[in-house]
């Protein structure tokens, strides 16, 4: 990754071969201008801190306190990558290197472009997947809102045919029902007629035989009582006979003897 993409700015460092050595090292020279007589701590903090600095207008996620701690701990740093006092010659406006500092430094620095480097390619695939996931879920939304008004349509149409056809079903019904029930009501007032005609007639002829029979008893009756009217005339008039009979003979016996 070239430097210019970077979120920071790094001095440039040149590799002079020209310059006098002290073995099988190369000099090199920083062009920030080093007041003469810079120590080599306060020489690394400078380089150190212009690799570490990061621009908090770019990202804004390093602290101030971690990264002096950091520079302090690589200006600090005596390991096997410890650079000699030796191995750097200051000028008046340059800084000159041999090839261990300068490998040292550059390690370091290429280590420390490597890392902004990652960070920027996760910053960017962090964002390229974010976009796409924004992206996804959109589509997603649109579609499952599409869809859902789809099924809810789809709903709303079979509920108001399954309205339509209850309606339709209802008002069937409603009609084979009233069509039964009229030919129902029809055939049972057919047949409530027919009885009640049966019953009338029955009525009208067991009212004619009763007018029979009362006629039959009263003709009886009266016989009856006409046989015993003339049975008692007869035997009313034998007996007032028989009573004018006695009284005659007696008047006449009475004449009689006035007679003799």
Known sequence: ??????????????????????????????????????????????????LWDVNSEGTGSIKRSN????????????????????????????VFLRKSAHDILESRRSRRLVAAARRLQSHFRCHRARSRYVRIRIALQLMQRVGRGMIARQRATHIRKSRCVVRLQSAYRMHWNHRRYCYFKKALHLLQSRYRGRRSLRTMRLVALTLKVVTLQRIMRGLIVKKKWKCFRRALITLQNRLRKARAKMELRTLRIAAR
């Open 67 to 94: 990264r002096l701690s950091r520079i302090e701990e690589l200006a600090t740093w005596t390991g096997k990558l410890n650079i000699g006092r030796e191995s750097v010659q200051l000028g008046l406006s340059k």
């Open 1 to 50: 990754t070239a430097p210019a993409m970077l979120p920071f700015s790094i001095p440039a460092v040149h590799v002079n071969n020209n310059i006098p050595s002290y073995g099988p090292e190369k000099h090199v020279h920083h062009d920030n201008h080093s007041a003469p007589g810079m120590t080599l701590r306060e020489m690394c903090e400078l380089l150190l801190t212009s």
